[in-house]
């Protein structure tokens, strides 16, 4: 028996005597992927999450990679930091982190990203921002840590790139 996941796009198997193996552990070690931070190890922090689509949703979830053993994740499309970010540039979220200067040590700051990204993704396909942009945002990453205490400069970052995001999309549909 194996468990079937993709990573990025590419799909891998596992045998089954690894279902409890964690998921940061296998992007790590069997994958070469460190942009996952592992830091609490205990599904606290945040910093390790990845997003994850489980057909037939097309919605991605956050996931704590570091509590997430491999058999939880079979059947799902995992999406890492290096799976997010372009080929060439930088996300609209990774942008208005960097101009926001929301990180000082940047530990924390690739699952920022994922959740960022998600919650971004999920308010595109809703079409409009939520009555209270504030609270929304908070629910998205608010249980994240960051140690250097970057919490207001990136809640600014993900509330300008959402305003911008509903702004850019309003001019081409007027």
Do not use: W
């Not at 993704?121 to 140690?147: F, M, N, T």
């Amino acid at each position: 028996m194996t468990i079937s996941f993709k990573v990025n796009g590419i799909s891998h198997e596992v045998d089954s005597n690894r279902a409890i193996d964690r998921l940061i552990d296998f992007l790590h070690d069997d994958l070469g992927l460190s942009g996952t931070k592992f830091c609490c190890g205990i599904g606290i922090c945040r910093a390790c999450t990845v997003a994850s689509i489980r057909t037939p949703n097309e919605t991605a979830t956050p996931v704590i990679s570091c509590a997430t053993a491999l058999a939880m994740v079979d059947g799902t499309e995992i999406t890492t930091i290096e799976g997010v970010t372009p080929k060439e540039g930088l996300l609209p979220i990774q942008e208005a982190f960097l101009q926001e200067f929301s990180f000082q040590c940047g530990y924390c700051a690739p699952g920022y990203v994922i959740a960022s990204q998600i919650f971004l993704d999920g308010l595109r396909k809703l079409g409009s921002l939520p009555s209270d942009l504030d609270a929304a945002i908070e629910k998205a990453v608010g249980s994240h840590i960051c140690r250097c205490t970057g919490y207001v400069r990136y809640y600014d970052a993900i509330r300008k790139t959402a305003e911008a995001m509903f702004a850019k999309e309003g001019s081409h549909n007027g």
